[in-house]
């Protein structure tokens, strides 16, 4: 386990599926870019025959080569033992355990054959696209805390530890860990967490979305005991002056598995959680010039196994 307690930015590159030949189906004659409807299977650099017969492209000449024939992503993997054989990935983290590397699954969090289904060819699988039905969608941060350190392009505040696949935080004041995202008309932040204890009766975790860094000013979906409350609730909550916009309660959610959802729209916020009260609150609320995404944890330990972030046209 190796504790982090730093602000620091890191700079990387946007998630990105990189489909093999035939490793997804298509619905309605419609594949990802690169790849064309062949016999109800998304085919890549003009593959034909049956899939599952030995004759895959497998993106060997449908990509740049980054390294030898038997390992063409250049990660150290071959391509026969590679969960994503096109695009490196050296950890071969696989967070839904479907075989298909995070870093060129369709859905990464949601593993089954309907989930990594893509309806509507834009990428993202139906069980993690927010609009499974609608092209544009796309996949620009999911994270699952393999590597053990804090991640790539991540913005740590507070006793963050990272290990056994989760960013667990300790009781303090306030802990923070976001990323920037993308400036787009709508997005969905998708995170999967558990409030493992609070201070004195209060605290909670927020999953942020439209977060400020520079004034810590956004949007959390969020469950626990926020100030004032005597109840637990699951509340939208103004993050730059901690005011709770929109709430509702809820059983003590004290080490219970969440799954956290926050719509923005041109309409405003929505939160999820699930398993409860599974039900959607609504808010208006600031949008930011500077858009991060990621946690907030106050007077309370928590953990996290992941974060996605899904961007829409």
Known sequence: MRAVFCAVVCLSGCYAPAYEDCQISCAGNVCPSGLSCVAGMCRSGGASGVCGQGNRDGGVDAVVRDGSPSDVDGDGIPNTSDNCPTKSNANQADEDNDTLGDVCDPCPWSGTTADN?????????????????????????????????????????????????????????????????????????????????????????????????????????????????????????????????????????????????????????????????????????????????????????AHFDWIAVVTSQ
């Open 117 to 301: 289904h893509d309806s509507d060819g834009d990428g993202v699988g139906d069980g993690c696209d927010p609009r499974p039905n609608v092209v544009g969608d796309r996949i620009v941060l999911f994270e699952g805390f393999a590597g053990g350190v804090l991640p790539p392009g991540a913005m740590a505040v507070g006793p963050w530890m990272f290990s056994g696949g989760t960013a667990s935080t300790v009781s303090g004041p306030q802990s923070t860990l976001v990323w920037p995202i993308p400036i787009t008309s709508a997005e969905t932040v998708f995170a999967h967490g558990t409030l493992d204890q609070v201070t004195n009766g209060k605290g909670d975790v927020e999953v942020l979305d439209a977060f400020e860094v520079a004034n810590a000013r956004g949007i959390g979906c969020s469950i626990g005991w926020p100030s004032g409350a005597v109840q637990p609730l699951m509340f939208l909550l103004d993050t730059g002056p901690n005011v709770v916009l929109s709430s509702m309660q809820m059983t003590a959610p004290l080490g219970i598995q969440t799954t956290f959802r926050i719509d923005r729209t041109a309409m405003g916020f929505q939160c999820k959680t699930i398993p409860q009260p599974n039900t959607v609150i609504v808010a208006n609320g600031p949008m930011a010039a500077s858009p991060n995404a990621g946690f907030r944890v106050r007077t309370a330990t």
